[in-house]
C-alpha cells in the first residue's frame, strides 16, 4: 500500500504517519526532511524530486506532506490519500502549541534546523501566519483535488476529527486487511 497523507500545518500529519507506519509496518517518508537543509535552506527543485522519487521506489510507504509542486510525482504511485480535515481552531492551537514548545526545548528539526521565538512570531516566515495565510487555501485545494477525475483511481480518506482518526487507526487493519497484504 502505497499512502499519502495530507492536511493544513498543524492537523498531525507527522504524528498519524508514524503511528499508521508502525501499525501496518510501512516505510515513513517525511517530505520536509526531504525538502530542508541545515539552515533552513530549501533544497533546489532537481534535488528534491530526486530524494523524493528514490523514497518512493520502494514497495510500501507512508508519505507524510503536501508539496503540491511534487504532486504529479507522489500521487502517480499513491493507491490512498488520506485527509486529515481537522477545524481551523485545532490546527491553530497545534501550531502555536508544538512552536512554542519546539522553540522551549530547542527541538531539532530536520538537518539540526530549530524554530526561533523570533520567527515564530516576528518574521514573515511564521508558521502561525502561514497556518492563518494558508488553512482555507489549502482545505479547499485539497477538497477539489479528492473530486478531481485525474486522480480518480486514488481512494481519498477524509478524517474530520481526533475521533475520527482515533477509530480510522484503531480500525485500518480490519478494514484494508492485515500488515503488508497490498
Do not use: C
Not at 13 to 18: A, G, L, M, V, Y
Not at 39 to 67: A, R, V
Amino acid at each position: 500500500m502505497k499512502i499519502n497523507v495530507i492536511g493544513t500545518s498543524g492537523s498531525g500529519k507527522s504524528t498519524f504517519s508514524r503511528k499508521l507506519s508502525r501499525k501496518i509496518n510501512h516505510s515513513y517518508i517525511e517530505m520536509d526532511e526531504l525538502h530542508w537543509k541545515s539552515d533552513w535552506i530549501e533544497s533546489n527543485t532537481e534535488d528534491f524530486f530526486e530524494k523524493l522519487k528514490k523514497k518512493l521506489s520502494s514497495e510500501n510507504w507512508i508519505l507524510d506532506g503536501n508539496y503540491s509542486k511534487a504532486q504529479d510525482i507522489k500521487w502517480k504511485k499513491t493507491n490512498q490519500v488520506i485527509f486529515l480535515d481537522l477545524p481551523f481552531w485545532v490546527v491553530f492551537f497545534r501550531v502555536i502549541r508544538r512552536s512554542i514548545f519546539r522553540v522551549i526545548k530547542r527541538e531539532k528539526l530536520w538537518h539540526g534546523n530549530k524554530e526561533s521565538f523570533v520567527n515564530l512570531f516576528f518574521s514573515k516566515e511564521s508558521m502561525i501566519l502561514h497556518t492563518i495565510r494558508s488553512f482555507q487555501k489549502n482545505r479547499d485545494r485539497f477538497h477539489e483535488l479528492s473530486r478531481s477525475k485525474k486522480y480518480k483511481y486514488i481512494e481519498f480518506v477524509k478524517l474530520k476529527s481526533q475521533k475520527e482518526i482515533d477509530e480510522f487507526l484503531s480500525n485500518y487493519i480490519l478494514v484494508y486487511g492485515k500488515k503488508n497484504d497490498r
